[in-house]
């Protein structure tokens, strides 16, 4: 009882910790800093999307950026070319990432395990390839530039950096609550259930193709979110968006908070992000210290940060009892 009271009182910390950040310090933070929570932000809701597939599914998707690199161009093309307000940006780029899930899940979901994850994977560096080499539509390795912050018809100028960060929390916790009633229904439980035995949920009479099929849906739109409010962000967009760095970025910011909890997806995007940022200003090859990272959380968590410190509360536990 005593130990379940402490934990308790730690989680209670750790979550008014969190809130006390994310809330109150961005107004005295330096500028730097409230711009990489705003970064975060955004990858939080990217890596929860893809989230639902690993950790909910059991689809481990290499590929997610293509559904993020769309939502980004389907915005900047939309902003600079035909001039559409954020509602109608955020739709379409929703909508074009969805449908973009539609179709290329059907070819996806065609192969399952490794098979997958090399499909998976195949489809981002295609959409990367015709991102570059269409340049009437795409701006090619110039990308597409001069994308301005959404007019909400508001007296906030979203050009501040601190009321930008508090329009994208705003949309980060929309997400969150999306996605938490999601994974909490009974096409959630669904999930779960295909993710730990999928032959079982066959033999109850669950259609699982359209439960994977949905589910890899429902992240390609989610993703697209977080393309739509990353344009509006960095106001430029370019094939980097689809590369391979990007789509093993995201895999990682999964992977190190914890697959199969949104804390952990949330956790390992603030990481990676902080992590990347600070590198690069030391060394050009921040990316091999993102693969050293990955090596080590594979080996020595390999569950994440998150199952790390459950595998240490249950050992604190057993060691505690006579």
């Not at 379940?4 to 109150?24: E, N, P, S």
């Not at 035909?82 to 070819?107: D, E, N």
């Not at 916790?173 to 994974?183: A, H, M, R, T, W």
Request: aromatic share 14%; proline share 3%; charged share 10%.
């Amino acid at each position: 009882m005593i130990k379940a009271q402490k934990l308790q009182k730690w989680t209670y910390f750790a979550l008014g910790a969190t809130v006390l950040v994310l809330f109150v310090l961005p107004p005295v933070l330096p500028a730097y800093i409230v711009i990489l929570l705003t970064q975060s932000l955004i990858f939080c809701i990217v890596a929860m999307s893809l989230d639902l597939l690993v950790g909910y599914t059991n689809l481990g998707s290499l590929g997610h950026a293509a559904y993020f690199a769309i939502g980004a161009y389907t915005t900047a093309i939309l902003v600079t070319r035909y001039h559409v307000g954020f509602a109608g940006c955020l739709l379409s780029s929703i909508g074009v990432a969805a449908g973009g899930a539609a179709l290329l899940g059907l070819l996806a979901l065609k192969a399952a395990g490794v098979y997958f994850l090399l499909i998976t994977l195949a489809i981002a560096m295609t959409l990367w390839g015709l991102i570059y080499r269409w340049t009437s539509m795409t701006g090619g390795e110039n990308g597409i530039g001069g994308i301005p912050r959404p007019d909400l018809g508001l007296s906030l100028n979203l050009v501040n950096p601190v009321y930008f960060y508090f329009f994208i929390l705003f949309c980060f916790i929309i997400c969150s609550i999306f996605i938490f009633l999601l994974v909490r229904s009974p096409f959630g439980r669904t999930l779960m259930g295909i993710r730990d035995s999928e032959s079982r949920m066959k033999v109850l009479g669950f259609n699982v193709w359209l439960h994977k099929y949905l589910a890899y849906i429902i992240a390609g739109a989610f993703a697209g979110v977080g393309g739509n409010l990353y344009a509006y962000y960095n106001s430029f967009v370019s094939p980097n968006n689809a590369s391979l760095s990007q789509c093993l970025e995201i895999v990682l910011m999964v992977s190190m908070g914890g697959p199969g909890t949104m804390i952990g997806a949330n956790l390992g995007s603030f990481i990676i992000t902080f992590l990347k940022n600070l590198v690069s200003v030391y060394t050009k090859r921040w990316m091999m210290i993102l693969a050293v990272v990955y090596v080590l959380s594979a080996l020595y968590a390999p569950e994440g940060i998150l199952g790390l410190l459950k595998q240490f509360q249950r050992q604190r536990l057993k060691a505690a009892q006579p």
